[in-house]
């Protein structure tokens, strides 16, 4: 029987691929160009260059990733369909092309002469330690996670953090209220795709006598009801989140204002301004435009370094990465563990 999810259940999945499979370094990267297949050693997932990463290692994310899924969605998870694939395979195509990017960053963090002092080789141990006694003695033995597996993934997972602050120290963080402001609209959308300029001038005559009635008093919700030809009513709204023309309209909006009729590709709309700054989630905004203001920057340096690399992969290894294994709830997770001794580190989950 085929498996699939109600609206409830995608859209918590949809949540959780948006927290935990965001592209490493908050987009920091174009995706990985397609490795080369040929023959490596058993546990050997893929090479670059000289540098190999192993089953061991790939392991550390899954299990912590088990735990976080399993926990809020049960273990059926992976047969789930996301989109044509189950959630196992969408999971491993974004975990190969995250390590893929940790272990190139490493590289590149020896070509830009990135150092880790001796205290975060401290920190890095201790790290590597605390996760270490969480994990039961036969997820050890069944997983081959030991201590050298576990500094390398810690160390490496850092030295990309440090690597990025190194390369984007001088982009500015600075945006302006105006660029990182959100606001809130509702809106009566009428479609007009493929009518001819008579057609549409009589959509647009009907809007415009909306546009009347709203002035004269009548409610926009209530019309709505009856007029609006989409199922978004009320959206909340960042520069670049919609068409040029309904994007400049709604944001040349004080409050409660209702836009003349905004021709746009796909029709035409009535806005009206609910909330024409959005104080928190304007703040938030902020912070993510800077954010990927230094991942655009870095993304210069890292498209140039990939192209330098040479890649081998190992497809056999990679078929038996299993996120549907029985290894238990573990008391153990390199993402919280990770945080707590590098708390400002700007490295995201995979």
């Known amino acids: 029987m085929k498996k699939t999810m109600g609206k409830r259940r995608y859209a918590l999945i949809v949540v959780a691929m948006v927290l935990c499979l965001a592209v490493f370094l908050g987009g920091c990267g174009k995706k990985e160009k397609k490795l080369s297949s040929e023959s490596l050693k058993e546990g050997e ?3 670059l260059n000289g540098t190999v990463c192993t089953k061991p290692e790939a ?7 088990k735990n976080r899924y399993e926990a809020g969605c049960g273990a059926g998870i992976w047969d789930v369909k996301v989109g044509e694939r189950t959630f196992e395979e969408y999971m491993k195509e974004n975990l190969q092309d995250f390590l893929v990017k940790m272990k190139c960053m490493a590289l590149m963090a020896e070509q830009y002469e990135v ?6 080789d401290k920190r890095i141990s201790q790290a590597a330690s605390v996760y270490l ?3 039961p003695d036969q997820v050890k033995k069944d997983t081959g996670i030991d201590k050298k597996t576990t500094e390398s993934v810690f160390r490496e997972y850092y030295t990309a953090s440090l690597l990025m602050e190194k390369l984007t120290a001088d982009v500015s963080m600075e945006i302006s209220e105006d660029e990182a402001r959100v606001i809130t609209v509702q809106q009566i959308y009428v479609n007009t795709a493929g009518m001819d300029e008579a057609a549409k001038g009589q959509k647009r005559a009907e809007l415009e006598g909306l546009l009347a009635r709203v002035q004269a008093g009548d409610d926009f919700a209530v019309l709505a009801k009856d007029k609006n030809e989409s199922d978004v009513f009320e959206r909340e709204l960042a520069r670049g989140d919609a ?8 944001f040349a909006l004080s409050m409660n204002e209702v ?3 905004v021709e746009t590709s796909d029709g035409l709309y009535l806005i009206r301004c609910v909330n024409n700054y959005d104080e928190a989630k304007t703040a938030q905004n902020k912070e993510n435009l800077g954010k990927k203001h230094k991942a655009d920057r870095f993304n210069e340096y890292y498209s140039a370094f990939v192209e330098q690399v040479t890649a081998v992969n190992n497809e056999g290894a990679w078929e038996s990465l299993d996120y549907k ?4 709830l573990q008391e153990t997770d ?17």
């Open 259 to 261: 836009s003349p009729v």
């Open 334 to 350: 390199f993402y919280l563990i990770y945080n707590q001794y590098f708390p400002s580190s700007l490295t995201g989950n995979p």
């Open 45 to 47: 997932l893929f090479r």
């Open 325 to 328: 294994g029985s290894y238990g």
């Open 59 to 65: 392991l550390v994310f899954v299990l912590s990733q």
């Open 243 to 250: 068409e040029q023309a309904f994007e400049a309209a709604a």
């Open 133 to 135: 006694e969480g994990l």
């Open 115 to 120: 150092e880790i002092s001796d205290e975060d």
